[in-house]
């Protein structure tokens, strides 16, 4: 069966490659429930800015399934208008059933994790899942070494890619390659002190193609400039959505405003507001720094 995702939506493969020549990176933001959806997309559209649209499996069993986010994503395209290009990606897919049943649903671009496997079984998975994702035209994220730190629930402790699989998975037909260069899943402890740049820069000239930098937020900013100057093509941010909105809402309610029941402030859409209009200016913030705001133009 041949199910190709809504015709609004792109895969990631032009978007990471125009970046790698263009030398800037597109922003992979995770989503959590239609607030931090519709503002992103707002604010891709209001900026003329390319989005990559992700869902850990953690968050698409908190939303409720795949048709779900399918449906939410797909309905605001239309509803919203959106006519910059928009990926939905599956982050760190656990296994390929994973990966296929979302590309069923209507993805348009997975990553599969396969770091937790022996390198010959990530190989191969990789190369079975290439098939599969190339009848349905959606790009495909592997990943060698492995991101140090916690991400719903996967665990990793941090191991450096090796050149010599990041050349091997350049010839399976991957979009972009994530690989261990020093970058941790959520905030960065106080010990740590940089990106492997030594890393990055070998793991480049062995695959010559886009790479994606995990763990994105709180890297000081003449780091992800450099990486990205050395080949990253693709920067995936979590956790600095989650702060921003966390601070907003905290404001909101430091400020009692949900409790004032004459102007209504305990309605949800006032109370989830500046979360979203918080989300809304990190990426604006962030797309900046990574060089893809405005793009889409
Ligand atoms: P952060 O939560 O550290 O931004 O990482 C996000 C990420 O890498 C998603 O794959």
Partial sequence: ???????????????????????YAIG??????????KALLEAAQESKTPIIIATSEGAIKYMGGLKVIVGMVNGLL????????????????QSLDMAKKCIEAGYSSVMFDGSHLDYKVNLESVNELMKFANDHEVSVEAEIGSIGGEEDGVIGSGE????????????????MLAAGIGNIHGKYPEW?????????????????????LHGGSGIPQDQIKKAISLGISKINVNTELQLSFRDATR????EKKDLDDVAKGFD?????????????????ELTKLFGCYGKAN
């Fill in 160 to 175: 450096l890619g090796d050149p010599k699989q990041a050349a091997e998975m350049s010839k399976t037909g991957i979009s």
């Fill in 28 to 37: 992979h933001f995770n989503i959590n429930n239609l607030e931090w959806t």
């Fill in 78 to 93: 239309e509803d919203l208008n959106i006519t910059v290009p928009v990926a939905l990606h599956l982050d760190h897919g």
């Fill in 268 to 284: 949800p859409r006032k109370l989830l507001a500046p979360g979203a209009k918080a989300i809304k200016d990190t990426f604006v």
């Fill in 192 to 212: 740590w002190e940089s990106l492997s740049f030594d890393t990055l820069k070998e793991l480049q000239a062995a695959c010559n193609m886009p790479m994606v």
């Fill in 251 to 254: 404001k909101y309610i430091e």
């Fill in 1 to 23: 069966m041949s199910r190709k995702y809504h015709a609004k939506l792109v895969n990631a493969k032009k978007m990471v490659s125009d970046a790698h020549a263009g030398k």
